[in-house]
C-alpha cells in the first residue's frame, strides 16, 4: 500500500481521535460541575478568617493571626493547628448529600433549636452552617446553609469533623521545639541535677564531666519522646495551689530544652492514675500528661551512661578480625558483601547484612563494671576482635583475659593507645561468639571442590 492510499486512513483516525477527546473533555467538565453543584460552600481554606462554634450560649472561637489559628473564646491560647486545618478542609470540601428543597416548619428536623452553629468569615463574607438532628434511618444530618431556605442532609462524618470540643481545640503540644535545633537538655530534680550538651550529630556531654560517656542514643529518645508528647487534659479552672500537685521546687521534677531559639521547660509533678500533673513553665497551663513521659525521664537518668564495648560507626568498619590467638578469622568488605578468610585458608562469603546485624549486636553489649588497670590477669588472651576503617585504622581492640567466677569475663579493650578492663556478663558474650561461628560454618579450605567449581581440576566428571 502507497502512503498515498493511507492519507485516508489517517484522516479518519484523526477525526475520530478529535471526536473522542471533545467527548472526553465534555463528560470530565460534566463531572466537575456536578462536583461543584454537590459543594455546600464555594471556598478554599486559606479563605477562612475566623470560625466559631455555637452550641446555645456557648460560643468557642477561633481567629487565624499570620497564618497562626489562636481561640478567643472562652480563653485566650493557642490552637491545635492540625485539627483546625482538618474543620476548615470538612468546609471547603463539604458536599450535600441530598437536597430536599425549601422548609418552612424547622421543628421536625431539629433546626429551630439546633445543638451546632458553625460560624466563619471566608474572604470577608459572614457564612454559617446549622447543624439539626439525625436523619431518621440514615448516616446523616439535616442542615442548612447561611440565608438558603432549602434544607440539606450532610455526612455523619463531615458532622463529627466540624463538632469539636474545646479540649480537641487547645494546642497540647508540651514543649514546641525543633529537634534539629536543640543544644542541650537540663533535668533537675529535688535531689539531683543532670545537665547534658550536645557535642554532635548524635553524640552528647555531661556538662563539668568530660569522662563521663553519655549514651547519646538514649538521649536522642527522651528528647523524641518529649517532642511527641502531648497534654491529655487541662485543670479549669487553674488550681490556686500547687502542692498537693507536686508542682512546687521542692518536689518538681524541671526539664529544660535549650535550642537556638531560647529555652522551654516543662514541670513534672505527682501522679495520677495513668498520668502526671505537669505545668508548661512558670506561667504555663496545669495540665495531665501521660506518666509513662515520666517514667522515660527517670529511665533515661538511670542509664545515662554509656557502657558499650563499642559505640561506633558500623558503616565505618571494613575490615573485623576475631578468634583465638593463632585461629583467627578476617572478613573484608567488598561491595554487597564480605569475604571471610580463616586458618587453613579457608574461606566463605556472608552477605553485609549478616556481618553487620552480629556487629549490631556486639554493640549492645555492656560491662558491668570497669577494673583498675593493675587488676587485669597478664597472660595471653582467650579471644580477641578488632574492628579498622577502610584506611587499616584500628576503630576497637579487644581481648578477652579472664574470668571473675562463672557468670562474669573479663575483657580488655582499647582504641588507639587508650585501653580499659571491663567486667562483662559470660552468657550474652558468649551468644554473639556463636554468632560470629556460624558466619564460618561454611569455609572450605584452598583447592576444596567447591573453590574448584564443576568441570574443574580435580572434579569428577
Same mark, same amino acid.
Given at each position: 500500500?502507497?502512503?498515498r492510499?493511507l492519507?485516508p486512513?489517517?484522516?479518519v483516525?484523526?477525526?475520530l481521535a478529535?471526536?473522542?477527546?471533545g467527548?472526553?473533555?465534555?463528560q470530565?467538565?460534566?463531572?466537575?460541575r456536578?462536583?461543584?453543584?454537590?459543594?455546600?460552600?464555594?471556598?478554599? =481554606?486559606?479563605?477562612?478568617s475566623?470560625?466559631?462554634?455555637v &452550641?446555645?450560649?456557648?460560643?468557642?472561637?477561633?481567629?487565624k493571626?499570620d497564618?497562626?489559628?489562636?481561640?478567643?473564646a472562652?480563653?485566650n491560647?493557642t490552637?491545635?493547628?492540625?485539627?483546625?486545618?482538618?474543620?476548615?478542609?470538612?468546609?471547603?470540601?463539604?458536599?450535600k448529600e441530598?437536597?430536599?428543597?425549601?422548609?418552612?416548619?424547622?421543628?421536625?428536623?431539629?433546626?429551630?433549636?439546633? $445543638?451546632?452553629?458553625?460560624?466563619?468569615?471566608?474572604? $470577608?463574607?459572614p457564612?454559617?452552617?446549622?447543624?439539626?438532628?439525625?436523619?431518621?434511618?440514615?448516616?446523616n444530618y439535616?442542615v442548612?446553609?447561611d440565608?438558603?431556605?432549602? +434544607?440539606l442532609t450532610i455526612?455523619m462524618?463531615?458532622?463529627?469533623?466540624?463538632?469539636r470540643?474545646?479540649?480537641?481545640?487547645?494546642d497540647?503540644i508540651?514543649?514546641?521545639?525543633?529537634?534539629? =535545633?536543640?543544644?542541650?537538655?537540663?533535668?533537675?530534680?529535688?535531689?539531683?541535677?543532670?545537665?547534658?550538651?550536645?557535642?554532635?550529630?548524635?553524640?552528647?556531654?555531661w556538662?563539668?564531666?568530660?569522662?563521663?560517656?553519655?549514651? $547519646?542514643?538514649?538521649?536522642?529518645?527522651?528528647?523524641?519522646?518529649?517532642?511527641?508528647a502531648r497534654a491529655? /487534659?487541662?485543670?479549669?479552672?487553674?488550681?490556686?495551689?500547687?502542692?498537693?500537685?507536686g508542682?512546687?521546687?521542692?518536689?518538681?521534677?524541671?526539664?529544660?530544652?535549650?535550642?537556638?531559639?531560647?529555652?522551654?521547660?516543662l514541670?513534672?509533678?505527682?501522679?495520677?492514675?495513668?498520668?502526671?500533673?505537669a505545668?508548661l513553665?512558670?506561667g504555663?497551663?496545669?495540665?495531665?500528661?501521660?506518666?509513662?513521659?515520666?517514667?522515660?525521664?527517670?529511665?533515661?537518668?538511670?542509664?545515662?551512661?554509656?557502657? &558499650?564495648?563499642?559505640?561506633?560507626?558500623i558503616?565505618a568498619?571494613?575490615?573485623v578480625?576475631?578468634?583465638?590467638?593463632g585461629k583467627t578469622?578476617?572478613?573484608?568488605?567488598?561491595?554487597?558483601?564480605?569475604?571471610?578468610?580463616?586458618?587453613?585458608?579457608?574461606a566463605t562469603?556472608?552477605?553485609?547484612?549478616?556481618?553487620?546485624?552480629?556487629?549490631? /549486636?556486639f554493640?549492645?553489649?555492656? $560491662?558491668a563494671?570497669?577494673?583498675?588497670?593493675g587488676?587485669?590477669?597478664?597472660?595471653p588472651?582467650a579471644?580477641?576482635?578488632? +574492628?579498622?576503617?577502610?584506611?587499616?585504622?584500628?576503630l576497637?581492640?579487644?581481648?578477652?583475659?579472664?574470668?571473675?567466677?562463672?557468670d562474669?569475663?573479663?575483657? &580488655?579493650t582499647?582504641k588507639?593507645?587508650?585501653?580499659?578492663?571491663?567486667l562483662?556478663?559470660?552468657?550474652?558474650?558468649?551468644?554473639?561468639?556463636?554468632?560470629?561461628?556460624?558466619?564460618?560454618?561454611?569455609?572450605?579450605?584452598?583447592?576444596?571442590?567447591?573453590?574448584t567449581g564443576k568441570?574443574?581440576k580435580?572434579s569428577?566428571?
Amino acid at each position: 500500500m502507497t502512503p498515498r492510499r493511507l492519507i485516508p486512513y489517517v484522516v479518519v483516525f484523526l477525526i475520530l481521535a478529535g471526536v473522542y477527546g471533545g467527548l472526553r473533555w465534555r463528560q470530565e467538565q460534566q463531572v466537575a460541575r456536578d462536583e461543584q453543584a454537590k459543594k455546600v460552600f464555594h471556598l478554599q =481554606e486559606s479563605d477562612l478568617s475566623d470560625l466559631s462554634l455555637v &452550641r446555645g450560649k456557648d460560643e468557642v472561637r477561633l481567629v487565624k493571626k499570620d497564618q497562626v489559628w489562636h481561640l478567643t473564646a472562652p480563653l485566650n491560647t493557642t490552637a491545635d493547628q492540625t485539627v483546625v486545618a482538618s474543620m476548615l478542609t470538612t468546609l471547603a470540601r463539604l458536599r450535600k448529600e441530598r437536597d430536599l428543597g425549601a422548609e418552612k416548619d424547622l421543628k421536625p428536623f431539629g433546626l429551630d433549636k439546633p $445543638g451546632l452553629v458553625v460560624k466563619f468569615t471566608a474572604q $470577608g463574607q459572614p457564612h454559617q452552617l446549622v447543624i439539626g438532628a439525625k436523619v431518621p434511618g440514615d448516616q446523616n444530618y439535616y442542615v442548612l446553609r447561611d440565608q438558603d431556605p432549602h +434544607l440539606l442532609t450532610i455526612s455523619m462524618g463531615s458532622k463529627d469533623s466540624l463538632d469539636r470540643q474545646l479540649l480537641a481545640l487547645r494546642d497540647k503540644i508540651l514543649l514546641p521545639f525543633i529537634m534539629g =535545633e536543640v543544644k542541650g537538655l537540663k533535668v533537675k530534680g529535688p535531689k539531683t541535677a543532670t545537665a547534658l550538651s550536645k557535642t554532635g550529630p548524635q553524640t552528647w556531654g555531661w556538662v563539668g564531666r568530660p569522662d563521663f560517656r553519655v549514651r $547519646g542514643d538514649r538521649v536522642e529518645k527522651l528528647l523524641r519522646d518529649l517532642h511527641i508528647a502531648r497534654a491529655k /487534659n487541662f485543670l479549669e479552672p487553674p488550681p490556686k495551689k500547687l502542692e498537693p500537685l507536686g508542682l512546687v521546687p521542692k518536689r518538681r521534677t524541671e526539664i529544660t530544652v535549650a535550642t537556638s531559639a531560647g529555652d522551654r521547660t516543662l514541670w513534672l509533678g505527682t501522679k495520677k492514675g495513668d498520668a502526671v500533673y505537669a505545668r508548661l513553665g512558670a506561667g504555663g497551663a496545669v495540665v495531665l500528661v501521660d506518666a509513662a513521659l515520666a517514667d522515660e525521664v527517670g529511665r533515661t537518668l538511670a542509664s545515662l551512661e554509656d557502657r &558499650r564495648l563499642w559505640s561506633g560507626s558500623i558503616a565505618a568498619v571494613h575490615q573485623v578480625v576475631w578468634g583465638p590467638p593463632g585461629k583467627t578469622w578476617t572478613a573484608r568488605k567488598d561491595q554487597g558483601a564480605w569475604k571471610i578468610t580463616g586458618p587453613d585458608q579457608a574461606a566463605t562469603q556472608q552477605p553485609a547484612a549478616r556481618l553487620e546485624l552480629a556487629l549490631w /549486636n556486639f554493640q549492645k553489649l555492656e $560491662g558491668a563494671k570497669n577494673l583498675p588497670p593493675g587488676d587485669a590477669p597478664k597472660g595471653p588472651p582467650a579471644f580477641g576482635l578488632e +574492628l579498622l576503617d577502610q584506611a587499616g585504622k584500628p576503630l576497637l581492640h579487644l581481648e578477652e583475659v579472664g574470668a571473675q567466677g562463672k557468670d562474669r569475663l573479663m575483657v &580488655r579493650t582499647g582504641k588507639g593507645k587508650t585501653t580499659a578492663t571491663a567486667l562483662i556478663p559470660r552468657a550474652p558474650f558468649r551468644q554473639w561468639q556463636e554468632e560470629m561461628h556460624r558466619l564460618t560454618a561454611a569455609a572450605e579450605p584452598a583447592g576444596s571442590s567447591r573453590e574448584t567449581g564443576k568441570g574443574g581440576k580435580g572434579s569428577k566428571k
